[in-house]
């Protein structure tokens, strides 16, 4: 059967099947709406997850609490004021006559009464004030450790779907060429210039080439929706990427001012700097517990059962706190103080040596990823000069085919070796932002 026949005579069967074709269309199912496109560079994206990143509004609320925490410890050394107001009707016993109990008749009584009270000195609310406002320190230091790691990772995320995209666009090309050389090598046998097994090793290679590609797609697909989650915005959206994978051009920074940066600007350092803080306040605070405290209180108010019978009452004081003995209580939260602040001394010396390494290794990746690019781009080179010399003593001298299909093996792999170098030059660059502090110029 001819294929025009063949197009005729499917045609016809879908009809029948469909039950006639005003009736398919009436009940064929409305195509879905197609899903919003939202193109983003690699600053929109950033951007994007410092403003919905679910990790970033949580610390964000953090912070809030932590200025809630420092406004209540300030308010203890601050004037209360509060005020009351009574009103009642009452009787009062008078006593036992003639062997009964006898009560007053009932009578109104209205108070009316302000309060104050001032902390006049007291060391330990004084600290405790202190280590609150090193506290909500400590809150922003975690919230711009969040951020930048946020950022970090968005820009990791956007990096592997551009890699993801460019494989796709590399398998694309390589299943295009396959099928050029197939097609070649098909001519060529029906011309006994070539045999059945040519033929057959490159349209073996066609076949894996056109998995490879297909997988390079879901792969597309796999990190976007990664990168849609590390963003926070919703997954019903299209995402397109803007920018290319390209070179970094920025030379790679010396140890010395890698680490004279790093020193500066990670807020992991800032941050455990305030916990040091903390802990050296809380336990100010708390050995500020053996001192005597002074405390002024006083009252104003008016008493009386008619507006025009009322008395004035107040009253004015100091009271001094002198702690004499607990128990031994806050002696043992002094002994756990003291081993908090030794705690947070040791996590200062992890963070720094953190920081190092993180430094050493971030410039070690980044120099040996750049050498790794530029290898790969003389690889390329040569595999592409080897690609055409083997069509041409294909062409020309009707040499082994083996070696026109292993010339196409090391294009492949040298189109692979020059993405998976972009990749790893522009993750080495990132990478090096975050362990020097400076995500945020990646905007």
């Not at 560079?41 to 990143?53: C, V």
């Not at 209205?110 to 006049?120: I, P």
């Not at 100010?284 to 008619?306: F, H, M, T």
């Not at 692979?416 to 020097?436: E, H, K, Q, Y």
């Amino acid at each position: 059967m001819k294929i025009g026949a063949r197009v005729t005579w499917l045609c016809f069967v879908a009809g029948l099947l469909c039950g006639g074709h005003s009736q398919a269309a009436e009940s064929s199912p409305q195509p879905p709406p197609e899903l919003p496109v939202l193109k983003l560079s690699l600053k929109d994206a950033i951007e994007a997850a410092l403003d919905k990143n679910p990790n970033v509004r949580l610390y964000k609320e953090r912070i809030e609490a932590a200025r809630g925490v420092a406004t209540t410890q300030l308010g203890a050394l601050l004037p209360n004021v509060a005020s009351s107001a009574r009103y009642s009707n009452q009787t009062f016993y008078r006593g036992t006559i003639g062997g009964s109990p006898t009560r007053s008749d009932p009578f109104d009584i209205a108070d009316a009464r302000g309060t104050l009270s001032q902390s006049l000195f007291s060391w330990s609310l004084i600290e405790r004030w202190r280590a609150s406002r090193a506290a909500l320190s400590v809150a922003e230091g975690e919230s711009e450790t969040t951020k930048n790691d946020t950022m970090a990772t968005v820009a990791l995320n956007y990096l592997e779907v551009l890699r993801n995209s460019e494989s796709v666009a590399a398998r694309t090309a390589n299943v295009e060429l396959y099928k050029e050389l197939v097609a070649y090598m098909k001519n060529r046998q029906s011309g006994g210039m070539a045999t059945g097994l040519d033929t057959a090793r490159l349209e073996t290679q066609l076949e894996n080439e056109r998995q490879r590609l297909e997988l390079a797609k879901s792969d597309v697909e796999r990190t976007k929706l990664i990168l849609t989650n590390a963003l926070g915005i919703t997954f019903d959206a299209k995402l397109i990427l803007t920018d290319d994978l390209k070179a970094p051009e920025e030379p790679v920074p010396t140890q010395d001012y890698a680490r004279e940066v790093a020193f500066v600007k990670r807020p992991e350092l800032k941050a455990q700097e305030q916990r040091l803080q903390v802990s050296q306040l809380t336990l100010s605070s708390i050995k500020g517990e053996r001192l005597p405290s002074l405390q002024a209180d006083g009252n104003y108010g008016i008493i009386g059962n008619r507006i025009d019978a009322t008395l004035n009452t107040y009253s004015v004081g100091v009271t001094l706190s002198v702690p004499i003995f607990d128990g031994g209580q806050r002696e043992g939260r002094i002994g756990e103080g003291r081993s908090r602040l030794l705690q947070e001394e040791i996590k200062m010396d992890m963070v720094t040596r953190q920081i190092t390494m993180e430094l050493r290794e971030a410039l070690v990746t980044l120099a040996s990823a750049k050498e790794q690019l530029r290898i790969a781009k003389d690889g390329l080179k040569a595999a592409l000069t080897e690609m055409q010399l083997a069509r041409e003593r294909v062409r020309v001298l009707s040499s082994n085919t083996l070696e026109l299909s292993n010339s196409l093996i090391s294009l492949v792999r040298a189109r692979d070796n020059i993405i998976d170098g972009l990749f790893r030059a522009n993750a080495s660059r990132v990478n090096l932002a975050r362990a020097m502090g400076q995500v945020e110029e990646l905007r």
